[in-house]
């Protein structure tokens, strides 16, 4: 069964604006971790959030990760048309790596 | 250079053909994973491998059957495709259960 879902499902926004997306998960995790996939093309690793951690970034992109609501933030400032692509939260909750995805947000950032 | 690589890219074949997805990594991971993405975008895992030994194995017809002849090679091999296996196939690798994994380019799978 599906682990993750992101919030919104699609987003449009200009380039320089900040995209965020949220990720909600059912049961408890090891790690969360945030991936990117341009269309028709395989998944890239963004973040990986570990559950004892609250916040992470790396580059233009910030992660939050709240254990205790089950839930995780993927933001993306001064976003350029390059980061058009779908977002996919991935959670593991089990000990052998087994990584459950949400269905993605698809973001779509015009010039 | 390449971290996870698939061969082929592309599968065209018939219903009721037996097929293979090839899978390296060449980043001295120890486990490997294929993971299935369905038209709507949504991600499966199907099964790991530990060091060549089989960890997951999540409730896939058994025409799907993975072989991991080494620590950088998993290949998926399906019999008797059928329609529905229609999908793009994804291979990933992690160094351990729990660190990231890294995701190949995929092999979009059409059954006719």
């Known amino acids: 069964s599906q682990q993750g879902e992101e919030d919104p499902q699609a987003l449009s926004i200009q380039e320089g604006e900040n995209a965020t997306m949220n990720c909600s998960y059912k049961?408890?995790?090891?790690?969360l971790q945030w991936y990117r996939q341009n269309s028709g093309r395989g998944l890239v690793h963004l973040i990986l959030?570990?559950?004892?951690?609250r916040e992470k970034h790396s580059g233009r992109l910030r992660v939050t990760l709240d254990t205790s609501k089950k839930s995780s933030s993927l933001l993306i400032t001064a976003s350029r048309a390059a980061d058009t692509a779908s977002y996919f939260c991935?959670?593991?909750?089990?000990?052998?790596?087994?990584?459950?995805f949400g269905a993605g947000t698809q973001v779509v950032v015009t010039p | 250079d390449t971290a996870v690589s698939q061969t082929p890219k592309y599968l065209v074949t018939q219903m009721g053909n037996d097929k293979s997805i090839k899978c390296e990594q060449n980043?001295?991971?120890?486990?490997m994973y294929w993971y299935k993405q369905d038209s709507k975008k949504f991600l499966k895992i199907m099964f790991s491998?530990?060091?060549?030994?089989?960890?997951i194995n999540e409730t896939v017809p058994n025409r799907f059957s993975p072989k991991s002849p080494d620590k950088a090679h998993l290949n998926l091999h399906i019999n008797s495709l059928e329609l529905g296996d229609s999908a793009v196939y994804f291979c990933?690798?992690?160094?351990?259960?729990?660190?990231?994994?890294?995701f190949g380019p995929g092999t979009r799978l059409t059954v006719l």
């Open positions: 990933a690798s992690s160094q351990g259960r729990l660190d990231t994994q890294y």
């Open positions: 049961t408890s995790i090891n790690n």
């Open positions: 959030i570990r559950s004892n951690e």
């Open positions: 991935a959670t593991d909750g089990d000990s052998w790596g087994k990584l459950q």
């Open positions: 980043l001295g991971h120890d486990t």
């Open positions: 491998y530990n060091n060549k030994e089989l960890i």
